[in-house]
């Protein structure tokens, strides 16, 4: 079977399972097997199974309506899938095994999805690199001495490598964002609420799920699987009234844009090569007809980066407690979890109610003052990174001072992490080939519950970028 199946697009998977020119199971069959060959090189996955994914493409026979019927696809190993391991990265969660599916992963079973295996996450997701030290690093293709991102690198590496045509993950901070840039794939981060939680959150203000893929399109169908309200949701967004796919197949006509490359976190240093991405993809938006114009953001001071750090630290010792409840205790144990996460628990049980109260109520208001500002423009592009893909090793949970390491993180990733406060959508959009032989990619964000427009000029600045004829070295 020819190694090229794995990067085509899930539509065409789906139109030749539907049409009996190639059957589920010799479709998920090749996946696993390419799994088998590359996984050792790249340390993707966390889980793989076999047995089941070949037993649900059993069960799919030509002619199966659901649309994406027999493609197989990966799950971010911090939602559950019942009957594998969920882990979150953490030794503590080891050998715990999920009792249900998460709602987004129910969705895309219902869709016709084989689920062959769940992927690599740094422990419960914090970092923009993903080494968890109980299971080891994921590795990007295209070099694997660097990170392939993070949180969800496993995901990445599983889909940048043909190992999987696509795979799921979620973002809190640019967690699809950030391995979409590091490894050339689509990562949307959609509008805040538009993709439930469901059943383990009423409501999340920073995390929200989503898909890596290699192209716009493929994005916007997912988008249309897993947006929509969930019993019980306590915040949700209204469906527009046409697919957020239709609307992305339109390119649009005479679009006002903003641009910056002023990090919201004044010390970070830009490289030269995730800067330059950005006057490149101005110059395609400008060749289709839009108005580019810079824009100068009100971010880049220091308070509002150690209220989010803190914010964030609040959200991942939720987890934390989480997990211990799950093994039938009340907190995690210093030996159960690494010294970076242990830090930030630490942190987190400082923090009072009022004093997080306070601090959320300070994010709102500087957020609303963000959004208030890009009211004139119709999209931001911004560098997706400030730093190339960094080497293996560069941000070390094991080292004494933790909580500065989770700090020094975001000189990595510094333009992400304001649309997670925002709400505003954002995606990584890899239009070029660096001079070092790596994709290169520039975020681009979009007006409030904005998705159909943002995919729309994403799409159109995709079609008309120059063609990308590299591919990575593991494949």
């Known amino acids: 079977m020819p190694e090229e199946l794995m990067f085509r697009p899930v539509d065409e998977l789906a ?28 340390g993707a996955f966390m889980e793989v199974d076999r047995e089941g994914a070949l037993a649900t493409a059993d069960a799919i026979r030509p002619g199966d309506e659901r649309p994406f019927a027999g493609v197989p696809i990966a799950i971010k190993n911090n939602r559950a899938v019942e009957g594998l391991r969920l882990t979150h990265g953490c030794k503590l969660l080891r050998d715990f095994v999920a009792p249900y599916d998460h709602s987004a992963v129910r969705r895309l079973r219902a ?13 419960y997701g914090i970092l923009p690199v993903t080494e968890p030290l109980e299971y080891g690093p994921a590795r990007n293709p295209w070099n694997p001495s660097l990170t392939p991102g993070g949180s969800s690198g496993g995901s990445a590496a599983a889909v940048a490598s043909g190992m999987v045509p696509l795979a799921h993950g979620n973002d809190g901070g640019g967690s699809l964002r950030i391995p979409g840039a590091c490894t050339g794939l689509v990562g949307l981060k959609a509008a805040r609420h538009r993709v439930s939680t469901a059943p383990d959150l009423g409501a999340s203000s920073l995390v929200i799920d989503g898909v890596l893929t290699r192209t716009v399109a493929e994005t916007a169908s997912l988008l249309d699987l897993l947006a929509g309200y969930e019993t019980g949701d306590a915040a949700w967004l209204s469906l527009p009234a046409e697919s957020f796919a239709v609307t992305a197949s339109k390119p649009p006509r005479g679009l006002r844009i903003a641009f910056t490359t002023s990090p919201p976190l004044a010390t970070a240093h830009i490289d030269p090569l995730c800067a330059e991405a950005v006057p490149r993809a101005c110059a395609i938006a400008e060749s289709l007809g839009h108005s580019v114009e810079e824009f100068d953001p009100p971010w880049g001071d220091e308070q509002l980066v150690d209220m989010f750090l803190d914010y964030f630290a609040v959200g991942v010792a939720l987890g934390m407690r989480f997990s211990a409840i799950n093994t039938g205790r009340v907190a995690p144990m210093r030996d159960e979890v690494e010294r970076m996460s242990w830090a930030i628990w630490l942190r987190a049980n400082q923090i009072d109610a009022v004093s997080y109260q306070l601090i959320e109520t300070q994010l709102q208001a500087r957020m609303r003052a963000l959004v208030a500002s890009l009211a004139p423009y119709d999209a ?56 070092d032989g790596l994709p290169l990619a520039v975020q681009v964000a979009g007006r409030p519950a904005g998705e159909g427009q943002l995919l729309a000029l994403a799409a159109a600045l995709e079609a008309a970028a120059p063609p990308r004829t590299l591919r990575p070295q593991i494949s």
């Open 15 to 42: 139109t030749l399972v539907r049409s009996g020119e190639l059957s589920a199971r010799e479709l998920v069959a090749h996946s696993l097997d390419r799994i088998e060959e590359l996984d050792t090189k790249l």
């Open 111 to 123: 869709a016709g999805f084989v689920i062959v295996g769940t992927t690599k996450t740094p422990e």
């Open 380 to 435: 931001l592009i911004t560098p997706a990174l400030a730093q190339r893909p960094l080497p293996l090793g560069s941000l070390d949970t094991s080292a004494a001072d933790g909580w500065g390491t989770f700090r020094r993180s975001g000189d990595f990733t510094p333009f992400t992490a304001v649309f997670n406060l925002s709400g505003l959508p954002a995606l990584s959009l890899p239009l070029f080939e660096g001079e």
